[in-house]
């Protein structure tokens, strides 16, 4: 018996359906350490993100999780299952909001939905692929959102259905 391989992989161009909603499993409990790291590798002296006590004194009477990291981490929370090895390029990122704080201890969860696509003009094998993703806490609430536009591979002739 010949032994068959399975690739995990991204979808293709093709695979990509509307009115379907992509859940990203598993979540992610957000740590002081996420926090504090992604803040300070990318130069945010923000205090709302790094001094508790500060922080305490302000409207929300704790540290914020880093906007950036939310945003990061529900695109990344989408990979594997969407664009792992069929992205091209991210071609853009807008609509961006974050209508909820995300808070230490809170755990992300993201979704995916196809917003619209089509084949690329200018480049074979390729179409254009815009999602929207969300990002919801443990309880439910928004606390991010995002419409990205993304370049994606069609399916190659070779690999036929799977």
Known sequence: MQERTVEHRGLWFEEFEEGVRYLHRPGRTVTDADNVL??????????????????????FGRVLMNSMWTLSTMVGMSV??????????????????????????DTLYCESRLVEKRLSKSRSGEGVVTLEHIGRNQDGDIVGTAVRTMLVRVRPVDEGMS
């Open 38 to 59: 992604f803040t300070t590798l990318t130069m945010n002296p923000q205090p709302l993100h790094l001094d508790a006590a500060w922080a305490a004194t302000q409207p």
């Open 80 to 105: 594997a299952q969407l664009t792992l090895g069929t992205l091209v390029a991210n071609l853009g990122f807008k609509d961006i909001a974050f209508p909820h704080p995300l808070f230490i201890g």
